[in-house]
């Protein structure tokens, strides 16, 4: 589950960010026959990238490439201090551009200028450089920050999880705003490196390798640092800081396995390892049906006991709460947050309204790991769940392919999405199919995605018009009649996965 700010809370109230200074002047240049024609004056960047569910995240005018996000974590009280570094290229010529930010900044600097800095509506950071910034332009943006992230506050609501011994930075749509300053949509994304300083004897989990061991600072305090070298979206880039037994391995082809299971776990945390150290194989297995795994590590973190109520799939590494282990082992949710890496991850939406593309696909994915560990073919699974929710249930109102901000996670989503996944595998076959889904995830590799996108491609690989299908699974109220046994007036049998992969969906629902 992950917490969702709907539009209304999130609303951006815009101030002098994102409006032309009125009587601001054109810029007057010389043609090489001696008369002027007149260039548009810089102008602030957009203060959102028009998403339809959230139009004021990410901002416009710049692209990053990379972010070094540097920090300092004291647990006993919550404070955090930190230095981003953000390079990124001007897309446009700019008067001023934002950040997605929330904690209080010291200061900021553009190309070693000290910038003026103010704030707009909810979470906005503007920026007005000491010099005009030119299109095509390189950036190097650094911003001086403190704050208490558990008392900094959207709604009433932190993305910033305080534990007793440390905290999760771990949330979707929004997680950077709360510890590091960002252009935070899935239509940017970046490389990391994350460092952060904490006392001895308290660990610090985050994306991608170590590239080096953690190293010992004055003051009784350890530095650890991470790096990612794939494309990550803001908000897939966390922090697990605790006390945590971390496990490193490496796979059959050499690549990094790193775990870490908080020491709150208790008599939890033996389902725990029972279900995370699987996670190679998993990864191994959804290779073979997805391509080959588009990241530099792989690994999972069994989060606190007082910590996160959800999982997410974090890049290179899911978050996953206890709760997923109270009833022993669970490789359904390894599965599903794994898909991710693929779906939701590698390819991003390129609109939070296509968010069935991750979510349908990874619990289709829990499907087909049901089918290869004999407890319920894809089929069974369809038709239990299409039973499972009446004509008349509000489930088959939702529809996967426009939620809405405030749906973004329903059942339908997951299942329903599940299921037209499976209507277009009944309908392509499978050799098809299996075709569809390793084309999507290299043709899009560290890019996005949207539903007419993937449409097209099927419908290219197939050869067949799949329109009908897509209207009547993600885009029409009601319950789509089918054939066979999910219509018969007996019930089908519940599949042996179906319990466990209930549980887990009532879990990651709950964002």
């Given at each position: 589950?992950?917490?969702?700010?709907?539009?209304?809370?999130?609303?951006?109230?815009?101030?002098?960010?994102?409006?032309?200074?009125?009587?601001?002047?054109?810029?007057?240049?010389?043609?090489?026959?001696?008369?002027?024609?007149?260039?548009?004056?810089?102008?602030?960047?957009?203060?959102?990238?028009?998403?339809?569910?959230?139009?004021?995240?990410?901002?416009?005018?710049?692209?990053?490439?990379?972010?070094?996000?540097?920090?300092?974590?004291?647990?006993?009280?919550?404070?955090?201090?930190?230095?981003?570094?953000?390079?990124?290229?001007?897309?446009?010529?700019?008067?001023?551009?934002?950040?997605?930010?929330?904690?209080?900044?010291?200061?900021?600097?553009?190309?070693?200028?000290?910038?003026?800095?103010?704030?707009?509506?909810?979470?906005?950071?503007?920026?007005?450089?000491?010099?005009?910034i030119t299109r095509g332009q390189q950036l190097t943006i650094v911003v001086r920050y403190a704050g208490v992230p558990s008392e900094t506050l959207v709604g009433g609501y932190t993305g910033w999880t305080r534990t007793a011994d440390g905290a999760l930075a771990v949330n979707e749509p929004e997680s950077a705003w709360w510890w590091f300053p960002s252009?935070?949509?899935?239509?940017?994304?970046?490389?990391?490196?994350?460092?952060?300083?904490?006392?001895?004897?308290?660990?610090?989990?985050?994306?991608?390798?170590?590239?080096?061991?953690?190293?010992?600072?004055?003051?009784?305090?350890?530095?650890?640092?991470?790096?990612?070298?794939s494309p990550t979206i803001t908000s897939l880039a966390f922090l697990a800081i605790g006390q945590y037994d971390i496990v490193t391995d490496t796979t059959p082809g050499g690549q990094p396995v790193i775990n870490a299971y908080s020491t709150s776990l208790g008599a939890l945390g033996p389902a725990a390892r029972a279900s995370i150290e699987r996670t190679?194989?998993?990864?191994?297995?959804?290779?073979?049906?997805?391509?080959?795994?588009?990241?530099?590590?792989?690994?999972?973190?069994?989060?606190?006991?007082?910590?996160?109520?959800?999982?997410?799939?974090?890049?290179?590494?899911?978050?996953?709460?206890?709760?997923?282990?109270?009833?022993?082992?669970?490789?359904?949710?390894?599965?599903?947050?794994?898909?991710?890496?693929?779906?939701?991850?590698?390819?991003?939406?390129?609109?939070?309204?296509?968010?069935?593309?991750?979510?349908?696909?990874?619990?289709?994915?829990?499907?087909?790991?049901?089918?290869?560990?004999?407890?319920?073919?894809?089929?069974?699974?369809?038709?239990?769940?299409?039973?499972?929710?009446?004509?008349?249930?509000?489930?088959?109102?939702?529809?996967?392919?426009?939620?809405?901000?405030?749906?973004?996670?329903?059942?339908?989503?997951?299942?329903?999405?599940?299921?037209?996944?499976?209507?277009?595998?009944?309908?392509?076959?499978?050799?098809?199919?299996?075709?569809?889904?390793?084309?999507?995830?290299?043709?899009?590799?560290?890019?996005?995605?949207?539903?007419?996108?993937?449409?097209?491609?099927?419908?290219?690989?197939?050869?067949?018009?799949?329109?009908?299908?897509?209207?009547?699974?993600?885009?029409?109220?009601?319950?789509?009649?089918?054939?066979?046994?999910?219509?018969?007036?007996?019930?089908?049998?519940?599949?042996?996965?179906?319990?466990?992969?209930?549980?887990?969906?009532?879990?990651?629902?709950?964002?």
């Amino acid at each position: 589950m992950r917490r969702v700010l709907t539009a209304a809370t999130a609303a951006l109230t815009l101030t002098t960010a994102g409006t032309m200074i009125a009587g601001a002047p054109a810029h007057a240049a010389p043609t090489a026959w001696g008369r002027p024609t007149v260039t548009a004056a810089p102008q602030p960047g957009a203060p959102g990238l028009g998403d339809s569910y959230f139009p004021d995240y990410g901002n416009g005018g710049y692209d990053v490439g990379h972010y070094d996000v540097r920090l300092r974590y004291e647990p006993a009280t919550d404070r955090l201090t930190g230095t981003t570094t953000i390079l990124a290229t001007a897309t446009q010529d700019l008067s001023s551009f934002n950040l997605d930010f929330l904690l209080d900044v010291e200061s900021v600097r553009v190309n070693g200028w000290e910038a003026g800095t103010s704030t707009a509506g909810v979470h906005e950071l503007v920026v007005t450089p000491a010099r005009t910034i030119t299109r095509g332009q390189q950036l190097t943006i650094v911003v001086r920050y403190a704050g208490v992230p558990s008392e900094t506050l959207v709604g009433g609501y932190t993305g910033w999880t305080r534990t007793a011994d440390g905290a999760l930075a771990v949330n979707e749509p929004e997680s950077a705003w709360w510890w590091f300053p960002s252009n935070d949509h899935p239509l940017d994304k970046a490389t990391f490196d994350i460092s952060v300083s904490v006392p001895n004897g308290v660990e610090v989990i985050s994306n991608g390798v170590q590239p080096r061991p953690p190293l010992a600072e004055a003051g009784n305090r350890t530095r650890w640092g991470w790096r990612t070298t794939s494309p990550t979206i803001t908000s897939l880039a966390f922090l697990a800081i605790g006390q945590y037994d971390i496990v490193t391995d490496t796979t059959p082809g050499g690549q990094p396995v790193i775990n870490a299971y908080s020491t709150s776990l208790g008599a939890l945390g033996p389902a725990a390892r029972a279900s995370i150290e699987r996670t190679a194989e998993i990864i191994d297995w959804e290779s073979g049906i997805f391509g080959p795994y588009p990241f530099e590590a792989q690994g999972g973190v069994a989060g606190p006991v007082d910590g996160i109520g959800f999982a997410l799939e974090t890049q290179t590494r899911p978050v996953y709460s206890p709760s997923f282990w109270r009833r022993g082992a669970n490789t359904y949710v390894v599965a599903h947050e794994n898909a991710h890496q693929w779906f939701g991850d590698s390819v991003s939406v390129a609109d939070w309204r296509h968010i069935w593309l991750n979510e349908g696909f990874a619990s289709y994915a829990e499907w087909l790991w049901s089918e290869e560990q004999g407890e319920g073919t894809a089929q069974e699974l369809f038709d239990f769940t299409y039973g499972n929710y009446p004509a008349d249930d509000e489930f088959w109102q939702v529809l996967p392919g426009d939620p809405g901000a405030a749906r973004m996670f329903d059942d339908a989503v997951y299942d329903r999405g599940a299921m037209a996944l499976h209507q277009l595998r009944l309908a392509v076959g499978d050799d098809a199919f299996f075709a569809i889904l390793p084309a999507w995830t290299t043709a899009n590799r560290y890019g996005n995605g949207t539903t007419a996108q993937f449409q097209a491609l099927a419908e290219d690989i197939s050869g067949l018009d799949l329109d009908e299908l897509f209207t009547t699974w993600l885009f029409t109220a009601g319950r789509p009649d089918v054939a066979g046994a999910a219509r018969t007036a007996t019930a089908p049998a519940e599949p042996k996965s179906w319990a466990k992969i209930r549980e887990s969906h009532e879990l990651l629902s709950q964002r």
